[in-house]
Every structure is written in structure tokens, then in C-alpha cells.
């Protein structure tokens, strides 16, 4: 563990009330007592904010209130102080300054949180929803950052780490001392515990997935034949003319974003290029549009209600595992289709929903509709965790599906054992148990210097 004193600016840039500068590490106490004289016959003591005046030798620098936390009772879990100085951005770096200048050493973003999960104060889910809840954008964010922060996601992973550890120890034991193979009573108890495991651990994963599109947002490609409506669509799910609309079909040459919060849900609505046999710039608009729907979120494909099916049925999304729903527009024209006709090539599992962009009808529908399809409201836990750790409690529930499979086939124990031992550790890395130090690093890297 690093044992050397940090200091940083924990307040955010820009003129205010108060501004803070944190101490953490051995020596705060004394730096900050050398330079902090508090007011009247009282002295500087532990958890306890006092007013005085900060001096550097015979120089006044503020007028300001200070506390002391102890080893073991700080956020940090070291020895640790902070200075609550006059908020002017100018005068809360002078201070910082005085601090480097006499001892310390400027933080990195994050290292007071880091130095937090080392000593024990925090466990990595935790950490985790700190940030979450620092950058969170909407009310949904603030609530599941809160609850990950209170241990939800910890408790579920400790939970499915103790229940492995188990199950591996038994094994292992049996493994080491036993002479004649478990008794089929046995490896039925196995499957059942395995399939229980499996259970929860689809539960955090699920939480994951809702987490990043909650703290992350989601991508929402409106994908179709040319002039079925798209922009016009995009335009009236946003609220505002962002995409330009014409009659003249392919007037969309390349993606065209815009950014709405849907319910607590970041949504960046992408509108794409018209699918058909296309040449110049418009066939790189064509590509992109295919690119576009490979890293989809949700994707809605658009339908012209007016004008013949067969020409847009041709031009439907390839194999895609994102949620969809297929929208008809422009039902405010006469139907060139019955709904039956649609039907036989829908993709499985697409509602239909009609709507008329230009007036403005079914659009709210579709909204509800989406976030639905996105988040699911009936489950409450959204975990934020990082893009590795979601790949690592995929690679936990492979090494699970794959010990279930050992275990029906009555594959050698040896095999089942390593699959439990790489499903613990992957979990362990979620965890923060065993999270190799670049993985850490980029963890911490997210945060604000002063966290």
C-alpha cells in the first residue's frame, strides 16, 4: 500500500462558497497543524471542524475552518485532514500549493477512493457506485449508484463467492483424500447448487447491462428503406427539427445523432441512411448504417405504410441479438398494406407499433414502449461496473454453464474443479479480490483528482 501524503482539490472548478483541499497519508496531521492555528484556547483533535487561521512563516493565506481524522476513521483509512478555505478558484490552488510545497504530493484522480478500497473502508462495487453517483446525469443514475454504493452489488458478489468457495473446497477436499468417485446423490447436489449459482449470477449480469445503459446510455438505431420516414421520426421522438426532411428519397448520406434522456434512460437516437443498392457517398452512408445497427442498443425499423411492402421487407436487419420493434409510419396516408401482410416477416420477438411522425401520433406510445424494451422497471438493481468486469462475470457464468455440462456428461472432477476454480476467480476480479493492477488503474483513472 502507498504510505506517502497526498493532497488535491475535492470541490469542482470555479468560484463558490467553500472550497475544499484534502489531506490523506502519514504526516497530514502534522502539516496541517503547522499551518493551521485554530481560534482561541481549543486545539486541533480528531472529527472535530474548528475556524482559524492558515499561515505559511509570517504570511496570512486564509481565514478558514480545519479537521483532523484519525488512522482507521477516514475515508482513506489513513491518517487524513481537510481544509474547508474561501472558494474562489484562485485561493483554493494557493492553498493546495502551500500543501505541495511543505510535504505532499498531488493526488491522482481517484487515489483517495483507491486508498479507501486497499485499507479495507470500501470494496470495489463501492468505489465503483462513487463515481457512478458523482457523474450520474439523471435521477435513475442517482438512485442505483446509491444503492451500489449501500452494498447491494457487494453482498451479491460475496454471496456468490462464498457459495463457490464452497463448493470448490468440498470438492477439492473430496479430490485430495477420497479413494472411490462421489456418490450420484452427490453430483445431483451439484447440478442443483450450479444451476442455483447460475441463477444469481445472471441476476448481477443483468444488473450490469442495466447499469450501463442507465450511467452509460444506450444507442437507439432507426434503420429502414429510404424515405420510410426516419428523420421524421427521429425529429418528433426528440422533440426538435435535428434531422432535415425531405420527399426526395436518400437525403440521409450519413448518421445523424442527437442525445434526449428518456426517463432516467440516456438515449443517443441515431438516424441512418436509407438501405438500398447505393453508389458515392450515399453507399458510404449506407455502410455506416450497417455499422450502426451491429452496435445497437434497440433497434426500430421503420416502415412507409404508403408505399409498397415487399420493396422494404427486402432491406430488414440482419441476424442481431438488441432488442427491437419494428414502427409503420405515416398512417395519416392511405395504406398501400394490410398489418396481416407484415406479419410473416417480422423478426422474432418484434412488437409493431404504429405511428404518424408528421402529426405526431403514437410517438409518447413508442417512447414507453422503448424504455421498456431497453430497462426492465420491474428489477430495481443497475450496477455500474467496468467494461472488464462485465467481460469477467461473463467469463464466471461460461465456467458455471461449462461445470454443469461437465458434470451431466460425467466428465473427471479434475475438469469441474478448474471450472469452479476460474468462475471464483472471475468473480473475485469483479469483486476487487484478485483485480490485476491495470485493471485498477483504469477503474481509478475515471475519476475526478480529489476522490
Not at 488535491?8 to 496541517?32: C, F, Y
Not at 424515405?227 to 425531405?246: D, Q, W
Request: proline residues 4%; hydrophobic residues 45%.
Amino acid at each position: 500500500m502507498n504510505a506517502s501524503l497526498i493532497a488535491a482539490i475535492s470541490t469542482a472548478p470555479g468560484s463558490a462558497g467553500i472550497g475544499i483541499v484534502r489531506l490523506s497519508g502519514p504526516g497530514s496531521h502534522e502539516l496541517l497543524c503547522h499551518h493551521f492555528k485554530p481560534y482561541g484556547t481549543r486545539t486541533l483533535s480528531a472529527n472535530l471542524l474548528l475556524p482559524g487561521r492558515l499561515t505559511e512563516g509570517d504570511s496570512f493565506q486564509d481565514e478558514c475552518m480545519a479537521v483532523l481524522f484519525d488512522h482507521g476513521r477516514s475515508y482513506t483509512g489513513e491518517e487524513s485532514a481537510e481544509l474547508q478555505v474561501h472558494g474562489g478558484w484562485r485561493q483554493v490552488q494557493a492553498v493546495l500549493d502551500l500543501c505541495l510545497r511543505n510535504g505532499a504530493s498531488l493526488a491522482e484522480p481517484g487515489e483517495f477512493t483507491r486508498r479507501a478500497v486497499e485499507h479495507g473502508r470500501l470494496d470495489l462495487p463501492r468505489a465503483q457506485a462513487v463515481a457512478a453517483l458523482i457523474g450520474a446525469q439523471s435521477e435513475r443514475a442517482r438512485a442505483a449508484a446509491l444503492r451500489q454504493l449501500d452494498g447491494d452489488l457487494g453482498t451479491l458478489l460475496a454471496t456468490l463467492r462464498e457459495r463457490l468457495g464452497d463448493m470448490l473446497g468440498h470438492l477439492e477436499a473430496f479430490l485430495d483424500f477420497a479413494e472411490e468417485d462421489l456418490p450420484d446423490a452427490d453430483r445431483k447436489e451439484y447440478l442443483t447448487q450450479l444451476g442455483s449459482l447460475q441463477t444469481q449470477l445472471e441476476q448481477a449480469q443483468a444488473g450490469c447491462e442495466r447499469g450501463r445503459l442507465v450511467h452509460e446510455g444506450a444507442k437507439v438505431v432507426l434503420f429502414g428503406a429510404v424515405n420510410a420516414g426516419k428523420s421524421s421520426l427521429l425529429n418528433a421522438l426528440c422533440g426538435t427539427e435535428r434531422a432535415l426532411v425531405s420527399d426526395e428519397p436518400g437525403t440521409t448520406r450519413d448518421t445523424v445523432e442527437s442525445r434526449l434522456l428518456l426517463d432516467g434512460i440516456p438515449l443517443v437516437l441515431i438516424d441512418t441512411a436509407g438501405l438500398r443498392q447505393a453508389s458515392g457517398v450515399e453507399a458510404q452512408g449506407v455502410e455506416r448504417a450497417r455499422q450502426s445497427i451491429t452496435k445497437a442498443d434497440l433497434l426500430i425499423w421503420v416502415l412507409d405504410r404508403a408505399r409498397p411492402l415487399d420493396e422494404q421487407q427486402a432491406y430488414q436487419t440482419p441476424h442481431h441479438t438488441a432488442a427491437g420493434l419494428v414502427v409503420v409510419n405515416k398512417t395519416d396516408l392511405p395504406a398501400a398494406w394490410t398489418m396481416e401482410a407484415l406479419h410473416p416477416g417480422l423478426p422474432e420477438g418484434w412488437p409493431v407499433m404504429e405511428v404518424s411522425a408528421k402529426q405526431n401520433v403514437g410517438i409518447e406510445a413508442l417512447r414507453e414502449r422503448a424504455k421498456s424494451l431497453l430497462l426492465d422497471d420491474g428489477a430495481a438493481a443497475a450496477f455500474a461496473v467496468t467494461e472488464e468486469h462485465r467481460r469477467a462475470l461473463a467469463l464466471a457464468a461460461s465456467c458455471l454453464l461449462q461445470a454443469r455440462n461437465n458434470l451431466s456428461c460425467n466428465a473427471e472432477w479434475e475438469l469441474i474443479a478448474a471450472d469452479l476454480r476460474q468462475a471464483l476467480d472471475a468473480v473475485g476480479d469483479v469483486a476487487g479480490v484478485m483485480t490485476p493492477a491495470d485493471v485498477m488503474n483504469r477503474v481509478f483513472e475515471r475519476f475526478c483528482i480529489g476522490k
